[in-house]
C-alpha cells in the first residue's frame, strides 16, 4: 500500500512559478511510475506529466511542454513537478498518481492505482 500526500498549491499570477510536491509512504514507491494529473471544472482528469522508476524516462502532455518539469527522489519518496510560465488555463485540482505495474510510463487514468487527496492550483490574471 502506498499513500501519497500533495503539496505546494496555491495562488499564483500568470507568468509565475509553484513547485507541487508529493510524498509518497511504502517501501516500494520507487518501483512505480509516477504521475501527475490534473482536473479543471467541469473536465475530465488527465496526465500532465509522468516519470518511469528510475527518472531516466519522462512524459509531458503537450499543453505544458517547455513549462514543467518533473522530478523524483527515490532516496527521499518524493515527486516534484515544477511548473514556469504558468496559465490562466493550468488552474486545476493536480494530483500524484502511483502506477504499480512494473514496466514504462502509461498515460491513462486507469493505470494509475495510488491517488493523493489533490492539491489546488490557481492561477489569475
Known amino acids: 500500500q502506498v499513500q501519497l500526500v500533495e503539496s505546494g498549491g496555491g495562488l499564483v499570477q500568470a507568468g509565475g512559478s509553484l513547485r507541487l510536491s508529493c510524498a509518497a509512504s511504502?517501501?516500494?514507491?520507487?518501483?512505480?511510475?509516477m504521475g501527475w494529473f490534473r482536473q479543471a471544472p467541469g473536465k475530465e482528469r488527465e496526465l500532465v506529466s509522468a516519470i518511469s522508476w528510475s527518472g531516466g524516462n519522462t512524459y509531458y502532455a503537450d499543453a505544458v511542454k517547455g513549462r514543467f518539469t518533473m522530478s523524483r527522489d527515490n532516496a527521499k519518496n518524493t515527486v516534484t513537478l515544477q511548473m514556469n510560465s504558468l496559465k490562466l488555463e493550468d488552474t486545476a485540482v493536480y494530483y500524484c498518481a502511483a502506477d504499480r505495474t512494473l514496466g514504462g510510463i502509461r498515460i491513462g487514468t486507469d493505470a494509475y492505482d495510488y491517488w493523493g487527496q489533490g492539491t489546488q492550483v490557481t492561477v489569475s490574471s
Open positions: 511504502g517501501r516500494t514507491f520507487s518501483w512505480y511510475v
